[in-house]
């Protein structure tokens, strides 16, 4: 990928020759909690190395969230807390990470509170943000982008009763839908190895799997959980895509357009409607780059669905800006020797706070790249909306809240976050995992009491 070199004396390896649509996308598996109390639900994950079958041939080694190559689908509701205690069985550290997640200091994943092997510990989430498609994944200082690579991720659903007037496509139709790149070797081995060009594109651990439908409207939530790719989604028949939700929820208004842009880490819900399509078409997902990714079956059958209301102009009212009293200059740049991606001026420094924010401030950050790359930009804690970029304000996809958000090559950025609660210390990053791990592109940030 861009900013890496290759590691010396790495021996080459030859990819595996896929054949493409052999296998059915599963559906994500739902987490069961081990106990249920009057405000929270409790789970248990094992971090454990296995195999798991992500193409044809043989079975990959793999480390996972309780044994599925995407951990188990953690369905939470607004207002009800989830606690989730990970143990880890790996033989290497961990961090857990909530992406998008607005949670307490001691449960966000800081990438040097880690979980040693043997050990437990447990996550805490309040679930007091709005309806949001959220993912959980590896953040161990210097490593996540080799545990995600390895299978440190998954899909958490924060469902919101105030989204249910709309009457989206719900249940079976609502389908969480975890895309990612990956380099298999010849046997199926993923082979981490970050400047050879991962052309396997795995939707809920499947390469280039299939998907059955029928002919009404389904909910998918996608989420773009490469390492570094940038995906550039649409229908292999030229419909357009239509978005409702971003990284943190609804949009204020639905998205149409051609194609659907996620950089690493960004989610986008679209409705598509099978409906207008007969008994027996196949449809793509593809992307701008890696073609087909995903095909669409028209072959199930299914109850025509009930009172189907178009969807309204309006699908969200986001809280109103806030006046901003600080701004605050985030400067990406390349280091003198071409080795690092600083932030302010440095690598990453667990120890030093690059920003100090008091407890209920609204900023306004204006994150400018003047390394010559483009990267994208992750805030922990807080939803932010995108005020302008490069001074053009931000298209329709891009309306809604944000937590992760493309920084073009040499340009800039402007965000407003309010951080309402939570003192502690936190992140901010390159969601470029090989950035945010290898080049140092991550910086501390204290809210303080
Ligand atoms: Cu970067």
């Not at 689908?73 to 550290?93: E, P």
């Amino acid at each position: 990928m861009k900013g890496m070199t290759p590691a010396a004396g790495a021996a080459p390896r030859t990819p595996a020759k896929l054949a493409s649509f052999v296998d059915a996308m599963p559906r994500l598996v739902d987490a069961v909690p081990v106990s249920v109390t009057a405000d929270t639900d409790y789970y248990t994950t094992s971090i454990k190395s296995g195999y798991a079958q992500l193409a044809p041939g043989n079975p990959t080694a793999i480390s996972s969230y309780g044994g599925g190559f995407v951990g188990p689908l953690i369905r939470a509701r607004r207002g009800r807390k989830v606690a989730v205690t990970y143990t880890n069985n790996l033989t290497s550290g961990v961090v857990v990470h909530l992406h998008g997640g607005h949670v307490p200091a001691p449960s966000d994943g800081f990438p040097t509170d880690e979980i040693a092997p043997g050990a437990s510990r447990t996550y805490t989430y309040p679930n007091l943000q709005r309806g949001a498609t959220l993912w959980y994944h590896d953040h161990l200082h210097m490593a996540e982008a080799i545990n995600v690579f390895n299978g440190l991720h998954g899909v958490y659903i924060l469902h919101d009763p105030a989204e249910d007037w709309l009457g989206l496509p719900s249940g079976r139709y609502d389908v969480p839908i975890l895309l990612r790149d990956a380099f298999l070797d010849a046997d199926n081995a993923l082979y981490y190895d970050p400047t050879l060009d991962w052309t396997v594109m795995l939707a809920n651990g499947k390469a280039r799997p299939y998907f059955a439908v029928g002919q009404r409207r389904y909910r998918f939530r996608l989420i773009n959980a490469s390492n570094h790719r940038y995906l550039t989604l649409s229908l292999s028949d030229g419909t357009p895509l239509v978005q409702i939700a971003s990284d943190g929820g609804l949009l204020p208004a639905p998205a149409v357009a051609p194609a659907l842009e996620l950089s690493s880490a960004e989610r986008g819900e679209v409705i598509v409607d099978f409906s207008k399509y007969p008994m027996g078409t196949r449809l793509y997902l593809q992307d701008s780059v890696l073609g087909q990714i995903l095909r669409f079956d028209v072959t199930e059958a299914c109850p025509p669905e009930p009172a189907k209301a178009p969807l309204p102009a309006t699908l969200a009212t986001l809280p109103a800006l806030t006046q901003a009293t600080n701004t605050r200059k985030i400067t990406l740049s390349l280091s003198a020797d071409g080795n690092y991606f600083f932030i302010n001026g440095q690598a990453f420094d667990p120890n030093v706070v690059i920003a100090s924010i008091p407890v209920g401030t609204t900023e306004i950050w204006e994150v400018s790249d003047i390394s010559g790359w483009e990267h994208n930009f992750h805030i922990h804690l807080v939803q932010f909306r995108v005020l302008d970029i490069n001074g053009v304000a931000p298209g329709p996809s891009l309306r809604g809240l944000k937590d992760t958000v493309s920084i073009p090559a040499n340009g800039t950025v402007r965000l407003q976050a309010t951080f309402a609660d939570y003192p502690g210390k936190y992140v901010f990053h390159c969601h470029l995992l090989e950035h945010a791990s290898f080049t140092g592109m991550m910086a501390r940030m204290d809210i303080t009491a």
